[in-house]
């Protein structure tokens, strides 16, 4: 009998080790994702300016908005992490910066990315606390140093993810649309 039990609670220990390096796989793959974005306006900017008639200038005005977006988002996620909980934030987060970045792919002109620039920022600043919370909270310092590398490979794929598609012959909204899908399948991952 003792061993039996001994065995059941070697289980559930592997069982609970098991889930908590398979969400720490999730919370990587979403920091990925949250850095795709990123960079992402730098490489397509001057195909977008001529696409919309714009200076190279014009481009300033989306930064500001969207860094504004993402630190109202920021400051703000406190009060709706307590309220949703982590794992809705995330989801829902995640779910509004692909469709920020769908929405750029489509966006008739140079105003409707003002329209989906919201998502993008409130969606972004949303992902980044939570999951830093999360992850301070939940796991070692060494996963939290791991947590913002994995930004970091995406700040640097979703550059080139554009720059190829670019040099492929497609337009900058294959890059946008790209990257969008890609953060609709994470958010479809989130979700299960």
């Known amino acids: 009998i003792d061993r039996s ?6 289980q559930h220990i592997m069982k609970k080790q098991i889930h908590a390096i398979l ?12 850095g795709l974005p990123d960079s992402v306006l730098g490489i397509a900017w ?7 008639s714009r200076p190279l200038e014009a481009a300033g005005w989306l930064t500001i908005i969207g860094t504004a977006c993402t630190a109202l988002s920021s400051i703000m996620s406190g009060h709706v992490l307590a309220r949703f909980g982590t794992g809705r934030v995330t989801f829902v987060s995640c779910l509004m910066t692909a469709i920020g970045l769908l929405g750029y792919s489509f966006a008739p002109s140079f105003w409707w990315l003002f329209v989906f620039l919201p998502f993008l920022g409130f969606g972004a600043g949303a992902i980044d606390c939570g999951l830093n919370v999360y992850v301070g909270a939940n796991y070692s310092s060494r996963h939290m ?3 913002h590398c994995c930004w970091g490979i995406g700040a640097t794929l979703g550059p080139m993810i554009v720059t190829g598609l670019l040099a492929g012959g497609f337009s900058w909204r294959a890059g946008y649309r790209t ?9 479809v ?3 299960v």
């Open 5 to 10: 039990l001994i065995c059941c609670q070697y």
């Open 189 to 191: 991952v989130l979700f």
């Open 179 to 187: 990257i969008g899908c890609i953060q609709l399948g994470l958010a």
């Open 145 to 147: 140093n791991w947590l």
């Open 46 to 52: 001057p195909s977008m300016r001529i696409d919309f």
């Open 23 to 34: 969400l720490l796989v999730v919370i990587y793959l979403a920091f990925i994702s949250l």
